[in-house]
């Protein structure tokens, strides 16, 4: 019975990743079946720990994510847990050995977002770490299955994929961040004169984070490269359509990518890998 269990507990996660996210939904549906459940268990877990800093305003949400915390590291070391999130979570973590220490930096910085509204240099970095490259580097361990040079090799290109994601993401939600939340994320950037030459600058530093994942993706085990092409195919575009975007737009609205020009895209990567394109 304790596989029932186990089994209702990823199709949790997989539920969450459904409702919480298009692109990521779709970009698992790709992955090799052995690599669906633990990804979806990955997005459950750091999916929960975001909507308690950025939604659950009328409760108290440093005791929560304390709480959330501690319950984490308890799953982990007693390998179960009665919440069907974290009891999934913690068969991915034990199974593939990830390393706890990302799981605290993780942590670490969605309790920053409690505290931080505006981030110098080195906190724009270690945020972005702590809540997106660790992201990847969980996952990647699922991909490399105990490979462990070859997840040494990949490390430095599944950083820049999760950083660059996590750079669209901020720029898609400056209205946001700044209107709902008082958080602005680039340093040094002041957003109530912010420029077209502003915003370029970040284009760029964002343009070679990208070329930077591609290089990795490519080096990726089959079973898992096309998920996360399409992934970097969906960000990409969002990606276009900001560069496009004017200054006042961005800061007036959130830029998106249709549901429908996804399924263009994920057909679009379908053929590419059949082609060898990646």
Not at 120 to 139: F, P, Q, R, W
Request: hydrophobic residues 40%.
């Amino acid at each position: 019975m304790m596989q029932l269990y186990d089994s209702t507990c990823f199709d949790c996660s997989r539920l969450i990743t459904n409702n919480y996210s298009t692109s990521f939904s779709l970009g698992i549906k790709a992955f090799a079946q052995k690599f669906r459940d633990p990804i979806y268990a990955i997005y459950g877990f750091v999916r929960y720990a975001d909507e308690i800093v950025d939604t659950f305003h009328e409760h108290d949400k440093p005791k929560l994510i304390a709480a959330f915390r501690a319950e984490t590291f308890k799953a982990i070391k007693e390998r179960i847990s009665l919440n069907p999130v974290l009891h999934s979570f913690q068969i991915v973590v034990n199974h593939y050995r990830i390393d706890t220490d990302l799981i605290d930096a993780f942590l670490t910085s969605m309790e920053m977002d409690l505290y931080t509204q505006n981030y110098d240099e080195d906190g724009y970095k270690a945020y972005i770490y702590g809540s997106a490259e660790v992201v990847g580097l969980m996952c990647l361990r699922v991909f490399c299955e105990g490979n462990e040079h070859q997840y040494q090799a990949l490390v430095p290109n599944a950083c820049s994929l999760g950083s660059a994601f996590q750079k669209v993401n901020f720029l898609r939600d400056v209205k946001a961040d700044r209107e709902e939340r008082g958080r602005t994320y680039f340093p040094n950037v002041n957003f109530d004169q912010f420029t077209e030459r502003d915003k370029q600058a970040i284009e760029l530093d964002i343009q070679k984070d990208f070329d930077d994942a591609f290089e990795g993706i490519k080096k990726l085990p089959v079973g898992s490269k096309l998920g996360v092409y399409i992934a970097y195919t969906y960000y990409k575009q969002l990606f276009k359509k900001i560069i496009r975007t004017p200054v006042d737009d961005i800061l007036q609205k959130r830029v998106r990518v249709s549901d429908t020009r996804k399924l263009a895209l994920f057909a679009q990567a379908v053929m590419q890998q059949k082609l060898n394109v990646i």
